[in-house]
């Protein structure tokens, strides 16, 4: 059965790559506790190629696989659920789809409100961002710090996306972060397994400098 971390490093893919399942290796290594596979191509055979081979690879180390905005993939390659940004009607559907013990999570932007109808839809994590200008998604809205405080009582595990780097991430572990999302500081990187450990250690040394 499915199960979320308490907390942790939120790793997001960044392909298509040719080297998509060795950074990913070397990201679990580093101290991942969630993985998004996030491809908004059309090459469906790559991408089941690929979602199969990182669920392989996540099972390995007890990470739950998420998909990216596709339930019908998530369901092919067996995995733990998948991650929605558009409507609760969306969510339901995937529900259906899915099952109970799927994992759901929803992108609320910079919407407290938003974040309540999706917990209320049966949203199992919802995420808040960009905190930070990010160069993955140049175009988000900026969410403010403060949104963390303010959701705490949703009941849900809070993911926050948007530019996070072990030098700005503290503050948002701070503010009550249950993951921090990461895109290009972890697949971005020359030493992906590096990246993703000094990410990871802002919550295995809380409040602290990132160690090396």
């Not at 089941?48 to 390995?60: G, I, V, W």
């Not at 099952?99 to 995420?127: H, K, N, T, W």
């Not at 949703?154 to 921090?180: C, K, S």
Request: aromatic share 6%; with cysteine.
């Amino acid at each position: 059965m499915p199960y979320l971390p308490s907390s942790g490093l939120y790793a997001i893919t960044n392909g298509p790559r040719s080297d998509l399942v060795q950074v990913v290796r070397d990201a679990l290594a580093g101290g991942v506790r969630l993985l998004q596979y996030r491809d908004l191509g059309d090459d469906h055979a790559r991408r089941h190629a690929e979602a199969q081979a990182l669920k392989r690879l996540c099972d390995e180390h007890g990470v739950p696989l998420l998909i990216n905005g596709d339930a019908a993939l998530a369901q092919a390659v067996g995995a733990a659920g998948v991650h929605l940004g558009e409507t609760a009607e969306d969510l339901a559907s995937a529900r259906d789809r899915l099952g109970p013990q799927a994992i759901i999570g929803v992108s609320c932007f910079d919407s407290l409100e938003r974040a309540r109808g999706m917990v209320s839809a049966g949203a199992d994590y919802v995420s808040f961002g960009a905190f930070f200008p990010s160069s993955t998604l140049p175009r988000a809205r900026m969410a403010p710090l403060e949104l963390l405080r303010q959701s705490a009582a949703l009941g849900v595990p809070r993911v926050a996306i948007g530019g996070i780097t072990p030098e700005n991430g503290a503050a948002l572990v701070d503010a009550g972060a249950d993951y921090l999302a990461a895109i290009s500081a972890v697949f971005g990187a020359t030493d992906v397994r590096a990246a993703a450990r000094r990410l990871a250690d802002l919550y295995r040394f809380p409040s602290s400098e990132s160690h090396p």
